[in-house]
C-alpha cells in the first residue's frame, strides 16, 4: 500500500514538473501571440476606418502628411530608447494630428516578410508604445515617402512579453520590408546595415537630397544594448507579395506539441495496459499454480 501510495506521489510530482516546465518555456511564446492579436485587432480598427473613408477623405490625410514631410525639412536625432523626444510640429501642422485617421495615434502598419512580423506604427516612442508596437521617431519624416524624405521606426528587442524587432539581425541587403499607409503600400529595399553608438546616429539618419528612405532602429547586442542596429531601406515600386501572418509560425508549434502530447498519452497506455496485462498473467499463473497444488493434494488424499 505504501509503495503504491509512493508512486502516484512520484507520477503528479512527475506531472507538475512538466507542465510547469512547459509553462515556462511557452510563456515568451504566449506573450507575443497575446500582443500579436492586440496588434491584429488595432489593425483591424485601423483597416475598417480607412475603408469607410472616402477616397477624398484619404487623400487629403495623405497630402497632409506629405505637406509635413515638406516643411520638415532635416531630421533632428534623439535615441528612441532613453527617454526624450523632440518637438516635432511644423509652421502649420501640428504632429500629434497628422497621419491620425482613427485617433488612436495609429500611423499604419509595417510588415517584414523574412522575419514574419506585422506591427503597428504609432506617433511617437514613448514607453508604453514600444511596448506593444513600433514608434515613429519624432523630428523625422512621416512614413508616407517623397523625395527627400527620411522616416526612422524604432521598436524594442528582446523582450519578454513581445517579439517585435527581436529578429531584426536577421535582415540582409536586397531584402524588403513594407509600409501601409492609409490606402497605400510602400516597399523599400534595404541597402545599409549599421551598428553604431546611440551618439553617433545623426549623419546615418539623416535626409538625403533626392532619396526616399526609411530607417529601422533596435538595440544591440542582444541583451546588453549598448549600441544601436540600423537598418535602411530606400524606395522600390511595389512588388507581389505573400502577405505576412504572424500566427502562422505558432500554429505549427501547436500542432506540433499536440502530436508530441499525443505520443506521450499513447506510449503511456500502452506502457500501462502492458504492466497490467503482465500483472494479470502473473495473477492467472500463481491461480494455476494454487489449481494445481490443491488437484495434486486431492490425488495423494484419494491414493492414502
Known amino acids: ?15 507538475v514538473l512538466f507542465i ?23 489593425q483591424a ?29 532635416h531630421n533632428a536625432i534623439v535615441d528612441a530608447f532613453d527617454g526624450k523626444h ?7 501642422y501640428a504632429y ?15 510588415e517584414i516578410p523574412k522575419i514574419d512580423i506585422r506591427l503597428s506604427v504609432y506617433h511617437g516612442v514613448s514607453e508604453k508604445t514600444l511596448e506593444q508596437g513600433v514608434g515613429h521617431l519624432t523630428g523625422t519624416s512621416l512614413p508616407v515617402g517623397g523625395r527627400g524624405s527620411h522616416c526612422v521606426l524604432a521598436a524594442h528587442r528582446g523582450l519578454p512579453s513581445a517579439r517585435l524587432f527581436t529578429d ?18 510602400l516597399a523599400y529595399k534595404i541597402d545599409r546595415i549599421d551598428v553604431v553608438l546611440p551618439e553617433r546616429m545623426n ?18 547586442p542582444y541583451g546588453i544594448n549598448t549600441h544601436r542596429l540600423l537598418i535602411r531601406g530606400h524606395r522600390v515600386p511595389l512588388d507581389r507579395h505573400k502577405a505576412v501572418n504572424p500566427f502562422i509560425k505558432y500554429i505549427k508549434y501547436g500542432i506540433l506539441l499536440v502530436l ?21 498473467r502473473g495473477l492467472n499463473r500463481t491461480a494455476d499454480n494454487v489449481h494445481d497444488r490443491e488437484r495434486s493434494r486431492n490425488r495423494d488424499g484419494a491414493g492414502k
Not at 501510495?5 to 503528479?12: C, D, G, H, P
Not at 523632440?86 to 502649420?92: G, I, W
Open 1 to 15: 500500500m505504501k509503495k503504491q501510495r509512493k508512486a502516484f506521489w512520484m507520477k503528479v510530482l512527475i506531472a
Open 20 to 42: 510547469s516546465g512547459v509553462t515556462l518555456l511557452s510563456y515568451s511564446s504566449i506573450c507575443n501571440i497575446y500582443n500579436n492579436i492586440i496588434n491584429a485587432g488595432a
Open 45 to 73: 480598427q485601423y483597416t475598417k476606418t480607412i475603408k469607410q473613408n472616402s477616397g477624398d477623405k484619404n487623400n487629403e490625410l495623405w497630402n497632409h502628411a506629405r505637406s509635413y514631410n515638406g516643411e520638415h525639412t
Open 86 to 92: 523632440n518637438q516635432a510640429n511644423t509652421a502649420n
Open 96 to 110: 500629434d494630428d497628422v497621419l491620425n485617421p482613427d485617433g488612436s495615434g495609429m500611423m499604419g502598419y509595417i
Open 168 to 185: 531584426l539581425d536577421q535582415m540582409k541587403k536586397g531584402e524588403r520590408f513594407y509600409l501601409y499607409v492609409l490606402d497605400r503600400t
Open 203 to 220: 549623419d546615418k539618419l539623416s535626409i538625403v537630397q533626392g532619396e526616399d528612405l526609411v530607417t529601422l532602429v533596435t538595440c544591440t
Open 260 to 280: 508530441i502530447i499525443a505520443s506521450w498519452v499513447v506510449l503511456y497506455v500502452r506502457r500501462r495496459n502492458k504492466k497490467q496485462n503482465s500483472s494479470k
